[in-house]
């Protein structure tokens, strides 16, 4: 699978998102993913199935080097004493030794943003962690992580699919060649009924999801993380990497509302912040 080269890590443009899927039921699922060929694992603490993570890699006998493994700390653990107690936790669930990406999940309201990338680089230079990230940062944040603090950020991981525009920060990541990984790709299911991607997708012999997928994977420098839980969704996602968009494609995609914003917890950031 294509993967993308940053910080000095390949991530697979194509991964697998376990949010919701708590407990023990992401093993099976990660399980059926492994063995159709993903190889890119997305997971959490606050999604609570490390451990179910875990146990479906170790079951999979698939060698740690073929596999990216990524989990993140949540947004009440970013002092440097407390996110390390966190990460300590979830490679324990993981039963890993290291994890190939750890990202924050969210920025906390009081954030101490130089002392919490300074405790991700410190993981990452013990060789915990083999690359950092953020998500869900506006692009103030990721100015002051890149420019000022000068945090190898390997990925930003921001909602993204065809209803929500994520122009100007694809733009400033693009320049600083750090990739955006695009969770929530379906827009939470809508992708999968909307009309225009139903008749774009009929052109392509593919469905109105696939296109979805397939439009952010034409988009240089995005990897996309959709959770399935069924092994036909999961091989429909991968079936996504084959359909080749064109330019009436992309225009008529464009056309779609682009101001869709559908993950709008209390504690996330002012996303219309002047950059």
Not at 43 to 54: K, Q, R
Not at 86 to 106: E, T
Not at 235 to 257: C, G, K, T, W
């Amino acid at each position: 699978m294509e993967a993308i080269t940053t910080q000095g890590v390949a991530i697979p443009r194509l991964g697998f998102g376990t949010f919701r899927m708590p407990g023990a039921h992401a093993q099976p699922a990660v399980e059926s993913a492994l063995a159709l060929g993903y190889r890119h694992i997305d997971t959490a603490a606050m999604y609570e199935n490390e451990a179910a993570v875990g146990a479906a890699l170790a079951a999979s006998g698939v060698a740690r080097d073929k596999l990216f493994v990524t989990t993140k700390v949540w947004h009440d653990q970013l002092v440097p004493d407390a996110l390390h107690r966190a990460f300590d936790a979830s490679l324990r669930k993981l039963g890993l030794d290291h994890v190939d990406l750890y990202m924050i999940h969210w920025p906390a309201r009081d954030l101490d943003m130089a002392a919490t990338l300074e405790a991700l680089i410190a993981l990452r230079e013990r060789g915990l962690t083999r690359a950092i990230g953020v998500c869900n940062f506006n692009l103030p944040m990721l100015r002051r992580a890149v420019e000022e603090i000068r945090a190898p950020l390997a990925s930003v991981q921001l909602e993204y699919h065809p209803f929500l525009s994520q122009a100007s920060t694809l733009a400033y990541l693009r320049g600083k060649g750090i990739p955006l990984t695009a969770y929530a790709p379906l827009a939470q299911g809508r992708a999968a009924s909307d009309p225009t991607l139903a008749v774009l997708g009929r052109k392509h012999s593919c469905s109105a999801a696939q296109m979805a997928i397939a439009w952010l994977l034409d988009q240089p420098g995005v990897a996309v993380i959709p959770k399935a839980a069924r092994p036909e969704s999961q091989r429909a996602n991968l079936d996504a990497l084959a359909v080749r968009l064109n330019h009436q494609d992309h225009a008529a995609i464009a056309a779609l509302p682009k101001d869709q914003r559908f993950v709008r917890p209390p504690f996330a950031p002012d996303w219309d912040a002047a950059a």
